[in-house]
């Protein structure tokens, strides 16, 4: 035996497995097709969001919270109906979605601050919803932001592992790929694959995949925490639901190149039960990042509740396409709507005054003051006047942004970034006076312009991500800016079926022994705890929640 765990996949849920192990005395080979600089996955590069219900953070904002109320929220916007029948797809994801949001609104922040996770006093509201009591959405703020940003979650558990390697309980064998799972008996044994050529490529940089030679690593079980399919469109276009109607032809990346399914293929060849693999969770408000680490890299505009929103025509999306409200019903009027499906895009408008208070950008690099744990540039940038400098860059360098002090040039400076001038400027000026004629008052018939209101009313989206109600045509609030919104690729909801210890599912229901799976690769959590919807904030926490429940049955079992 080359470990007791062979772990595959150096992100969140593989190191957070990883910690479980060592601290119990297991010996860890710790095995990822990329280099040493990109320890920590896709985690390093979030905003570092974390789902949370009833903290303290909340209770300071006035926010009231609890299980009961999460939990509907949860179960709403799941919307499981795979529960029927024979070994249905749904059962245990169910059944880790409960788990999950007990832990959550228990043990979870006090687990978190034990590890090395500290909380901004920040609390979001993001995916507020489809506008029914139950149904899709938050019902109050849950989105906590780490200190540190992404780097604040991963980077705790990326030092313990590299302080056990260095005592001797872990192995990493980095530039290692995998290409199959050894089974022996029916148990899986280890694994064997590809040593790629070595390669110093930055983190997040696409590297070689020269191959220099193979290799075999053995051992008593093994953890599968590859992540999803974001970063191979083929893969996308493969599972992309026929509900969501056709897929853009053009789509931008929010994830490495590495993070490329490929191990899902593998473990199923090896008899793994994959599930839901249709349910997949892409943003639609992605703009190209004007300085670039992987290909087509792209970065998501975390909005506000003020931004305009029109589709390639020029028409105001409907209502819950509203920014932060509804991602899946976003996407899906986007795509189904038959004069749309032909266009990849769509467009925020702007006034200076929104942008300065609304626009956060996904990503630990986009976020300098909240990464670099500056306590004074926070409340410079989200609370004092101007925009955030990575958001001002975006203004000023971004493909997709473009300004100007009438409409009219505004819109001549959108058509420009089409291929065909789509947009009519009296049209879309009729929409905005039509939207600015409601802001006189506090009450209003506009449902955008209701939730406007509402945001404010929730004390931390006031003081820093709700901009004064006012008029989009107001000179004093502008310049006003023009956003091309492309689709970004990010999660799989589905993945490897798993109990709720982790451990990998055959399509007869039975374990496959030896073979656990953790994060993204298992729906983060029994092939897909979020069904259809995710309520945000529970990307990062899910990696965790998964990651502990394998390692934790595994230290107890070999």
Same mark, same amino acid.
């Given at each position: 035996?080359?470990?007791?765990?062979?772990?595959?996949?150096?992100?969140?849920?593989?190191?957070?497995?990883?910690?479980?192990?060592?601290?119990?005395?297991?010996?860890?080979?710790?095995?990822?097709?990329?280099?040493?600089?990109?320890?920590?996955?896709?985690?390093?590069?979030?905003?570092?969001?974390?789902?949370?219900?009833?903290?303290?953070?909340?209770?300071?904002?006035?926010?009231?919270?609890?299980?009961?109320?999460?939990?509907?929220?949860?179960?709403?916007?799941?919307?499981?109906?795979?529960?029927?029948?024979?070994?249905?797809?749904?059962?245990?994801?169910?059944?880790?979605?409960?788990?999950?949001?007990?832990?959550?609104?228990?043990?979870?922040?006090?687990?978190?601050?034990?590890?090395?996770?500290?909380? #901004?006093?920040?609390?979001?509201?993001?995916?507020?919803?489809?506008?029914?009591?139950?149904?899709?959405?938050?019902?109050?703020?849950?989105?906590?932001?780490?200190?540190?940003?992404?780097?604040?979650?991963?980077?705790?558990?990326?030092?313990?592992?590299?302080?056990?390697?260095?005592?001797?309980?872990?192995?990493?064998?980095?530039?290692?790929?995998?290409?199959?799972? %050894?089974?022996?008996?029916?148990?899986?044994?280890?694994?064997?694959?590809?040593?790629? #050529?070595?390669?110093?490529?930055?983190?997040?940089?696409?590297?070689?995949?020269?191959?220099?030679?193979?290799?075999?690593?053995?051992?008593?079980?093994?953890?599968?925490?590859?992540?999803?399919?974001?970063?191979?469109?083929? %893969?996308?276009?493969?599972?992309?639901?026929?509900?969501?109607?056709?897929?853009?032809?053009?789509?931008?990346?929010?994830?490495?190149?590495?993070?490329?399914?490929?191990?899902?293929?593998?473990?199923?060849?090896?008899?793994?039960?994959?599930?839901?693999?249709?349910?997949?969770?892409?943003?639609?408000?992605?703009?190209?990042?004007?300085?670039?680490?992987?290909?087509?890299?792209?970065?998501?505009?975390?909005?506000?509740?003020?931004?305009?929103?029109?589709?390639?025509?020029?028409?105001?999306?409907?209502?819950?396409?509203?920014?932060?409200?509804?991602?899946?019903?976003?996407?899906?009027?986007?795509?189904?709507?038959?004069?749309?499906?032909?266009?990849?895009?769509?467009?925020?408008?702007?006034?200076?005054?929104?942008?300065?208070?609304?626009?956060?950008?996904?990503?630990?690099?986009?976020?300098?003051?909240?990464?670099?744990?500056?306590?004074?540039?926070?409340?410079?940038?989200?609370?004092?006047?101007?925009?955030?400098?990575?958001?001002?860059?975006?203004?000023?360098?971004?493909?997709?942004?473009?300004?100007?002090? #009438?409409?009219?040039?505004?819109?001549?400076?959108?058509?420009?970034?089409?291929?065909?001038?789509? %947009?009519?400027?009296?049209?879309?000026?009729?929409? +905005?006076?039509?939207?600015?004629?409601?802001?006189?008052?506090?009450?209003?018939?506009?449902?955008?312009?209701?939730?406007?209101?509402?945001?404010?009313?929730?004390?931390?989206?006031?003081?820093?991500?709700?901009? #004064?109600?006012?008029? +989009?045509?107001?000179?004093?609030?502008?310049?006003?800016?023009?956003?091309?919104?492309?689709?970004?690729?990010?999660?799989?909801?589905?993945?490897?079926?798993?109990?709720?210890?982790?451990?990998?599912?055959?399509?007869?229901?039975?374990?496959?022994?030896?073979?656990?799976?953790?994060?993204?690769?298992?729906?983060?959590?029994?092939?897909?705890?979020?069904?259809?919807?995710?309520?945000?904030?529970?990307?990062?926490?899910?990696?965790?929640?998964?990651?502990?429940?394998?390692?934790?049955?595994?230290?107890?079992?070999?």
């Amino acid at each position: 035996m080359d470990a007791d765990v062979i772990v595959v996949g150096a992100g969140l849920a593989g190191l957070v497995a990883t910690n479980e192990l060592i601290q119990a005395g297991k010996r860890v080979a710790l095995v990822d097709q990329e280099n040493a600089a990109n320890l920590g996955g896709q985690a390093f590069w979030s905003f570092g969001g974390l789902f949370l219900v009833n903290s303290p953070e909340q209770r300071r904002l006035g926010v009231r919270d609890g299980f009961d109320l999460a939990w509907r929220d949860w179960r709403g916007s799941a919307g499981w109906d795979r529960l029927d029948g024979p070994l249905p797809e749904d059962e245990w994801a169910v059944r880790w979605a409960r788990a999950y949001v007990e832990f959550a609104a228990g043990e979870k922040r006090d687990w978190l601050r034990r590890h090395g996770i500290k909380l #901004t006093p920040m609390v979001g509201w993001a995916e507020r919803g489809g506008g029914q009591a139950f149904g899709h959405g938050n019902s109050v703020p849950r989105f906590h932001v780490a200190w540190g940003t992404g780097t604040g979650v991963s980077e705790p558990f990326a030092q313990r592992a590299r302080e056990a390697a260095g005592g001797g309980l872990l192995t990493f064998h980095y530039r290692r790929r995998v290409d199959e799972l %050894l089974v022996e008996g029916g148990r899986v044994t280890g694994v064997a694959g590809a040593i790629l #050529t070595p390669d110093d490529a930055g983190r997040g940089a696409p590297s070689s995949r020269e191959v220099v030679g193979g290799y075999t690593l053995k051992a008593q079980a093994v953890v599968l925490a590859t992540g999803g399919i974001g970063g191979d469109h083929d %893969l996308v276009r493969r599972f992309w639901p026929d509900r969501l109607g056709a897929p853009p032809r053009n789509m931008i990346t929010g994830v490495p190149a590495y993070v490329d399914g490929r191990m899902l293929d593998i473990a199923g060849a090896a008899g793994a039960r994959l599930v839901n693999r249709d349910r997949m969770w892409h943003y639609v408000e992605g703009v190209r990042n004007w300085s670039p680490i992987w290909p087509r890299h792209a970065i998501r505009i975390l909005p506000g509740p003020s931004a305009m929103w029109f589709d390639a025509l020029g028409r105001r999306l409907p209502f819950p396409a509203l920014p932060g409200y509804d991602t899946v019903a976003t996407l899906r009027h986007l795509r189904t709507t038959p004069d749309l499906a032909e266009h990849d895009h769509s467009w925020f408008i702007v006034t200076q005054k929104i942008l300065e208070k609304e626009f956060a950008l996904s990503g630990s690099e986009q976020n300098g003051d909240i990464t670099n744990r500056r306590v004074l540039g926070l409340l410079r940038s989200r609370l004092g006047k101007g925009a955030p400098p990575e958001v001002e860059a975006f203004k000023r360098h971004g493909a997709d942004f473009v300004v100007a002090d #009438t409409l009219e040039t505004l819109v001549g400076r959108m058509n420009a970034l089409t291929e065909q001038p789509l %947009l009519d400027a009296a049209l879309i000026r009729g929409q +905005i006076e039509d939207r600015d004629a409601q802001m006189a008052n506090p009450f209003t018939k506009d449902l955008q312009v209701m939730g406007i209101h509402n945001s404010r009313r929730a004390l931390g989206d006031r003081l820093a991500r709700t901009a #004064t109600p006012h008029r +989009i045509l107001d000179p004093r609030a502008g310049p006003l800016i023009g956003v091309k919104l492309h689709v970004l690729t990010r999660k799989s909801l589905g993945g490897l079926q798993t109990d709720l210890s982790g451990r990998v599912l055959t399509s007869s229901g039975a374990a496959l022994e030896g073979l656990f799976a953790a994060g993204e690769a298992a729906g983060f959590g029994g092939g897909g705890m979020h069904g259809y919807n995710a309520l945000e904030g529970t990307f990062l926490g899910g990696c965790i929640f998964s990651g502990r429940a394998a390692g934790r049955a595994l230290a107890g079992m070999v």
